[in-house]
């Protein structure tokens, strides 16, 4: 008798005992986060999957992702994302090797507020279209200033890196790797984004 049916069940727990680490290890991420002064947006996980029987590729997502906020810095938003798969369209710069986590900020200037969740989810993927990820076997970091070069960006600026996600064993990890990392790379922009601003 064939066990292929067994093999399939298989692989469909483990894959739901995957989505649960993930979403423990996000979690954490938001605990981490919030410590720091920056509070999650929303309680959403998943973008631009897909019920249709003629969506099938996108029944699956490509990415999780993750928001905050800062009460005293309104043009700066944060991201944390786990990159699953290539972009369903082919548009990542490079094509993943294995699944990234990835963080990174969007700097909307001083004048302006960061636009809400549902416009800008995109952006959590940020790493997979501006990164270098046939090097992802090592932590690699990108500072890249969007000004008027690309209409897509509503920011004027951001920042992103990423590292394989199997590196991620424990809250000291995500502490370490991925928190205290993210939060350091507003800084190194200019003072605009360290001043507090208005809605």
């Known amino acids: 008798m064939s066990d292929d049916g067994e093999k399939i069940l298989s692989g469909i727990k483990q894959l739901r005992e995957f989505f ?31 019920t249709s ?3 099938p590729k996108q029944w699956f997502p490509d990415y999780l992702y993750r928001y905050y906020r800062h009460t005293k810095k309104n043009n700066l938003l944060l ?7 290539d972009d369903i369209d082919g548009e990542y710069r490079t094509s993943l090797v294995q699944p990234l986590i990835t963080a ?6 001083s004048e302006r507020t960061a636009n809400d969740e549902d416009q800008h989810k995109w952006t959590a993927a940020m ?12 932590i ?3 500072e890249i200033k969007e000004e008027d070069q690309n209409q897509d960006y509503e920011c004027e600026s951001f920042g992103c890196f990423g590292f394989p996600l199997v590196e991620v064993h424990n809250p000291d990890d995500i502490l ?16 605009k984004s360290d001043t507090p601003t208005t809605s």
């Open 79 to 85: 991201f944390v994302s786990i990159l699953f798969d």
């Open 176 to 191: 370490g790797k991925v928190v205290r990392r993210l939060i350091e790379l507003p800084s190194l922009q200019a003072a």
């Open 127 to 138: 790493y997979g279209y501006e990164g270098d990820l046939s090097t992802a076997g090592s």
């Open 20 to 50: 649960v680490q993930c979403s423990l290890l996000l979690r954490t991420v938001d605990d981490q986060m919030k410590s720091e002064g920056w509070d999650v947006e929303g309680n959403k996980a998943i973008a631009y999957t897909s």
């Open 104 to 109: 990174g900020y969007l700097d909307y200037g």
């Open 140 to 142: 690699s970091s990108r």
């Open 53 to 55: 029987l003629r969506e």
